[in-house]
DNA sequence: ACAAAAGTGTTGAGTCTACACCCATGA
DNA sequence: TCATGGGTGTAGACTCAACACTTTTGT
């Protein structure tokens, strides 16, 4: 530790990745559109500089709220980017928070501190300002990590869903197809769903059983962490 | 973000959590003796600030270098801590690194920097400076989760080592004892150790064989993560 | 000969994977 | 009646936890 704390001092910025799925259970990440320099137009996470008076959390919460108008959501720290030269103009440190939402739930207020804010798909983004695409990546990874070991869905998710939503929650966050079958047993035996006498309306085939998570179950099972090989 | 970058800007640090085993497959943490306030005398984590011109991880290396002589090690990032009041003078982040080292092979160079350096058990430590108390459980924690699905050993052990000493560091690590017979089972079986023709001398009991880690298979196991429920 | 730790095998229960067909519904 | 997705069961392979005794060696 140094006697004094003059130091020439990088700057500290937040970012925020925020998941959300649409009803066609496509993973979206929310980005906004930059309206000045540098990367003028590009989009980019949300984020900001941190104030001297707010955790790196409420910073994180305040930015997004601002850019976005997103709040009253889980945010989780991701990792710290502070390699030189990820901002052009000075050396800039980086704290990534991550958020899982149901983006039906969460309505964007366009605009908002001049900036456009929008969804965009996993798999079909645009180019990213600064190191974001990096930033992504690693919480896209992140996230895959996640699934295995603790349950994900009830952010995600509407509050009532069928099996075959959650499923493809899985296929679209891990990357691949899982047999229908097991990945109902395995989740149905962990106790966590509790079904519903509640079906699907408006489909033209037979309408699909609604469930919902079992809040204390999931809780639990998020701090006990579990293993869902799949 | 902000039209300019001339805001007060928090002062931002680096800590080193630096676990290293003992002969005794005893887990010890690396602390330093601060040597001026605030805190002073008091044992804190090895760290400082980070310079304009060095990434996040060169300046854990740089800092843990200097205080305490350890180098050449690997370094992972563990968590951002940057809450108001940590530091009872100013506004300070610090980005907290972990690593796992056999401290037989890394010896301290004490009073380097005019600080004192040493191991503590992680059974037995002081108190701890700022907030560093609650970094070094969270690094706890993840080393404890980490275990689960990642081999960890290499690091730790010495390059020879029998199938006692791994298993207890285990025990050590995850706090609760393991069946012999299970645990070695497992272990084997995932092909990760290689059996050499030598044995343990110098004990007043039937001397055990040598094992070592096969490199190869053991970067990958890290890279693709395994499940070892214990 | 004894103390101390090394080393080893089996059984029964549970879990995993792979796989294919009938069911209910709305159009 | 047909198209669409909903829903279900089983066999064989594998893995897991629980458990105790014999072997080797140095003192």
Redesign the pocket.
């Known amino acids: 530790m140094p006697y004094t704390y003059d130091y020439p001092r990088p700057g500290l910025t937040v970012d925020c990745v925020v998941f959300g799925l649409d009803e066609q259970i496509d993973l979206k990440v929310l980005l906004i559109q930059r309206q000045i320099p540098p990367f003028q137009h590009q989009w980019a996470l949300p984020g900001g500089f941190v104030q001297m008076d707010e955790s790196l959390e409420d910073a994180a919460r305040r930015e997004l709220r601002e850019e976005t108008g997103v709040q009253g959501i889980f945010l989780e720290q991701l990792y710290t980017f502070g390699d030189l030269g990820r901002d052009p103009r000075d050396r800039i440190i980086s704290v990534a928070y991550y958020a899982l939402i149901n983006l039906i739930e969460y309505p964007l207020q366009a605009s908002t501190d001049a900036e456009d804010a929008a969804w965009y798909s996993i798999e079909n983004l645009p180019s990213l300002a600064f190191d974001h695409a990096q930033i992504l990546k690693q919480a896209i990874r992140r996230l895959q990590g996640k699934v295995r070991y603790e349950p994900i869905g009830f952010e995600l998710l509407p509050q009532k869903f069928?099996?075959?939503q959650i499923q493809q929650l899985y296929e679209t966050v891990l990357g691949h197809p899982l047999?229908?079958?097991?990945f109902?047993?395995?989740l149905l035996?962990m106790d966590l769903l509790i079904p519903l006498d509640e079906?699907?309306t408006?489909?033209?085939?037979?309408?699909?059983?609604l469930y919902q998570f079992d809040q204390s179950k999931y809780e639990l099972l998020k701090q006990q962490g579990f293993?869902f090989?799949?």
């Not at 408006?202 to 059983?209: E, K, L």
């Open positions: 069928t099996l075959t047999d229908k079958r097991n109902r047993k395995k035996k079906q699907q408006g489909v033209a085939h037979r309408a699909a059983r293993n090989e799949v």
